[in-house]
């Protein structure tokens, strides 16, 4: 019988581009290096884990609540344990945030690098076998060693990130970062246990026709907000909403399109979390020629003042992004 699939070329693993690309980084001692096959080893066993949530017990709750008040799954707390345990083995990190921790987890007083992680993003998606994702920022502390000052090493603008990238446990568990040098992604192959280039170079198109928020708040956004909403109503855009912040964001960059999470009149600065999940996909965005804004200006330039701090998110195509600005100004 003839094979009817295309075969695809034996691609770049994930290793070999790290490699192959590790003199772009600043400093480029290999501990950067380290730190991303960390994340995507860590990535592999949750993917592992995340395929198999209709079969095994955990699924849904466990019970407890993170420190913003969100229900824990199951799921969440255990790829908060992966990351976390993958990333304290190699030693090139001081310390470690992540959405799960109301605190952050101190590594080795020796690393150089700060870990920013939301490990399971979406996580109301899970026991609905809808896409999830995982979300990292890395940065450089500014102290030389021992243990880390939060407000001077940890609380850094997103500006100062020297690596960002996210997951998306898909159709396909896809692999998507930047080191301030393009964006690439990588498509996982379960067979192989390998992470192969898929989508080198990626670029987001300036303009889309694609609008990504939470319809069901309208009555909450301000009058701006929803002078764009009407706006691309008006235009006829298309609404795609799937309630997985990396899993909407994904599929913008590839098509063009916005992502708009707003302020509410409950949640002032909305419900997103500046550290978790605006700076990496803003730095991504940029990276690939879109933009990132909460409304107001550039996200990468807010200056952080708390580790769960919020922030309206307005990103993707260039110029839908600004279109909205445009509108919330105005
Ligand atoms: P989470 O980190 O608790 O999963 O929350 C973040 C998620 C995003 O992935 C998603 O875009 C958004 O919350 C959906 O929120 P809502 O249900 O209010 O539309
Ligand atoms: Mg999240």
Redesign the pocket.
């Known amino acids: 019988m003839e094979e009817s699939r295309i075969a695809l070329p034996i691609g770049v693993t994930l290793d070999r581009f790290i490699k192959n690309n590790q003199e772009q980084f600043q400093f480029s001692t290999g501990e950067l290096s380290q730190l991303l096959r960390d994340i995507a080893l860590a990535s592999k066993v949750v993917n592992r884990e995340v395929s198999k949530a209709g079969l095994i017990d955990i699924m849904g709750s466990m019970g407890s609540q993170n420190m913003a008040g969100?229900q824990q799954q199951k799921l969440d707390v255990l790829a908060n344990i992966r990351f976390t345990r993958a990333l304290t083995k190699g030693g090139e990190a001081c310390a470690l945030i992540s959405?799960e921790s109301e605190t952050y987890v101190d590594l080795n007083n020796d690393g150089k690098y700060v870990i920013a992680i939301?490990p399971?993003?979406?996580?109301?998606n899970i026991d609905v076998n809808v896409s999830i994702g995982t979300i990292f920022s890395i940065y450089r502390r500014k102290s030389p060693a021992g243990q880390p000052i939060q407000s001077f090493d940890i609380l850094q603008k997103g500006a100062a990130q020297v690596a960002a990238g996210y997951i998306l446990y898909g159709s396909s568990t896809m692999l998507v970062y930047t080191t301030g040098h393009g964006v690439n992604g990588f498509t996982y192959e379960p067979s192989l246990g390998e992470y192969f280039l898929s989508h080198p170079n990626m670029t987001i198109p300036a303009n889309g026709t694609i609008y990504s928020v939470?319809e069901g708040?309208t009555n909450s956004f301000s009058e701006g907000v929803n002078k764009y909403i009407y706006y691309c109503k008006d235009k006829k855009y298309t609404a795609r909403?799937i309630?997985?912040?990396?899993a909407?964001f994904h599929r913008n960059m590839l098509k063009g399109g916005i992502?708009l999470?707003p302020a509410t009149s409950k949640d002032k600065n909305g419900?997103?979390?500046l550290m978790y999940?605006c700076n990496a996909l803003a730095f991504i965005a940029e990276q690939a020629g879109g933009k990132a804004s909460d409304g107001k200006g550039r996200i990468m330039d807010v200056s952080p003042l708390d580790l769960h701090q919020r922030s309206p998110l307005f990103i993707g195509s260039v110029q839908m992004v600004e279109q909205a600005e445009l509108l919330i100004q105005s």
Do not use: I
Request: no cysteine; aromatic share 14%; hydrophobic share 25%.
């Open positions: 969100d959405e939301d399971l993003d979406g996580s109301s939470n708040l909403y309630g997985s912040l990396v909407d992502y999470y419900k997103l979390r999940e």
